[in-house]
T-cell receptor
Framework: GAGVSQSPSNKVTEKGKDVELRCDPI?????LYWYRQSLGQGLEFLIY????????KSGLPSDRFSAERTGGSVSTLTIQRTQQEDSAVYLC?????????????FGDGTRLSIL | AQKITQTQPGMFVQEKEAVTLDCTYD???????LFWYKQPSSGEMIFLIY??????QNATEGRYSLNFQKARKSANLVISASQLGDSAMYFC?????????????FGTGTRLTIIP
């Protein structure tokens, strides 16, 4: 498809396990963003990639969270030793450039539930 | 201080009426952008409209318009002739360049319900 693709769409796992979330941005989009949305809340910025580099990791909640992007395309967000407070919808977005009036196009998200 | 403030957690509006969703922002950056997104119950975030800080005219996109009052730092979304399909969460967001990095900060949203 032409949109941002995220997988899995749903993930249920036990506390303490590691999880890996995937984002496939729109082809040609150089900027990629990860957000977290807790139930009934707004979006919390996690990390931003320009190409393969992440100039802004300030939103990552703890050192259990990490993200990488390879080939200027697919990105993975990894959460190690998951905790119940990690339960949320994780949204990925991409845009053509990091400046200007380019909107961010969002994927459908991964709903993560930690038991 | 909140970067983006949406003071209406919920609104109920009669179908076909116009509705204004409030958004105020706080920034010292002279160059910024303001976005509105719609999030239906299905969860996807849908881009609606954009306003740049240097734009002279208010942005319009179909039934959506943005009432941009720069001196007041407000960027209210106006939906004309509301439809049942407009029922959703609406988020205001601001793009800033901070130390060379782009940041998009979202408000807490307004849940709009259109009543038939």
């Amino acid at each position: 498809g032409a949109g941002v693709s995220q997988s899995p769409s749903n993930k249920v796992t036990e506390k303490g396990k590691d999880v890996e979330l995937r984002c496939d941005p729109i082809s040609g989009h150089t900027a990629l963003y990860w957000y977290r949305q807790s139930l009934g809340q707004g979006l919390e910025f996690l990390i931003y990639f320009q190409g393969n580099s992440a100039p802004d990791k300030s939103g990552l909640p703890s050192d259990r969270f990490s993200a990488e992007r390879t080939g200027g395309s697919v990105s993975t967000l990894t959460i190690q030793r998951t905790q119940q407070e990690d339960s949320a919808v994780y949204l990925c977005a991409s845009s053509q450039t990091r400046l200007g009036n380019q909107p961010q196009h969002f994927g459908d998200g991964t709903r993560l539930s930690i038991l | 201080a909140q970067k983006i403030t949406q003071t209406q957690p919920g609104m109920f509006v009669q179908e076909k009426e116009a509705v204004t969703l409030d958004c105020t922002y706080d920034t010292s950056d002279p160059s910024y952008g303001l976005f509105w997104y719609k999030q239906p119950s299905s969860g996807e975030m849908i881009f609606l409209i954009y306003q740049g800080s240097y734009d002279q005219q208010n942005a319009t996109e179909g039934r959506y318009s943005l009432n941009f009052q720069k001196a007041r730092k407000s960027a209210n979304l106006v939906i004309s002739a509301s439809q049942l399909g407009d029922s959703a969460m609406y988020f205001c967001a601001m793009r800033e360049l901070i130390l060379g990095n782009e940041k998009l900060t979202f408000g807490t949203g307004t849940r709009l319900t259109i009543i038939p």
